[in-house]
């Protein structure tokens, strides 16, 4: 039958086996055959014919013309790299691009509010009394004449203690230190640790104040962004910065 033909004609064939290095060349590797050497050629043929072509557009470059992109842009170590124009600023920050493309406007609202009560918390603890960065508020004395102004001393005009002058809240009177015993911290080292707490507290209030900001203008752009789907002619008014969304004007039209 046919199975028993195609076995008998199986049985004479030949099996074909690749050349292999000889062994006085196993030091040079795999012996290349003629499948490897066309790979290896076509890529050798592209690569050439690439650099032909570029050296033929370099040669047919007109040497006065001009892109607008050359302006914005130059070569630093063979790669093209955007210069900054002057007056531009960029538009968003890293922090920013995260947040908006990760989280909606109704998650940044609730953050914003929480850094809110958070600061409004600190405020009515701290007073915002010796904050550093804050302007120090100027105190005038007027005298009648010269001689006074010579004779000045300013712990007995305020009737308080000299080591008491130099502070701008808390400072109780000679009568007061008489009359009444002094609570709290009296010690240097116990002052100048409450000093340290107290500057600690107006850090994290000075931050809690610049993240809340950059809440509220992350909402701001994540609404302008959604503002933009309207399909109302609008035209825009400012560019969007790091600070500050970007204002649009829309036409007004009236619903029926």
Do not use: C, W
Request: aromatic share 6%; net charge positive.
């Amino acid at each position: 039958n046919m199975s028993s033909f195609r076995k008998a004609l199986k049985s004479q064939q030949k099996n074909h086996k690749e050349r292999s290095q000889p062994g006085f060349r196993k030091h040079l590797g795999h012996l290349e055959k003629k499948k490897d050497y066309k790979l290896r050629a076509d890529d050798y043929h592209k690569k050439q014919n690439t650099l032909a072509a570029l050296r033929k557009k370099a040669l047919d470059k007109n040497p006065d013309e001009f892109y607008f992109k050359m302006v914005s842009s130059q070569l630093k170590d063979g790669v093209h790299v955007a210069n900054k124009a002057k007056g531009t600023e960029e538009e968003n920050t890293e922090e920013q691009r995260k947040v908006m493309r990760t989280q909606d406007i109704r998650y940044v609202e609730m953050k914003r509010v929480a850094e809110g009560k958070k600061i409004e918390r600190l405020k009515s603890e701290l007073h915002l009394l010796d904050a550093d960065g804050k302007q120090r508020n100027g105190h005038t004395f007027y005298m009648d004449s010269k001689q006074k102004v010579a004779d000045f001393d300013l712990a007995s005009h305020l009737d308080t203690a000299p080591e008491l002058v130099d502070r701008v809240y808390n400072r109780p009177t000679l009568h007061t230190l008489e009359s009444k015993t002094i609570q709290g911290a009296v010690e240097p080292l116990s002052i100048k640790k409450l000093a340290r707490q107290r500057k600690h507290q107006y850090k994290i209030l000075s931050q809690r104040i610049d993240r809340e900001k950059k809440m509220f203008v992350i909402g701001q752009k994540i609404q302008t962004r959604k503002d933009l789907h309207d399909k109302n002619k609008k035209v825009k008014v400012s560019k969007e910065t790091v600070n500050a969304s970007a204002v649009y004007k829309f036409e007004a039209k009236r619903k029926r």
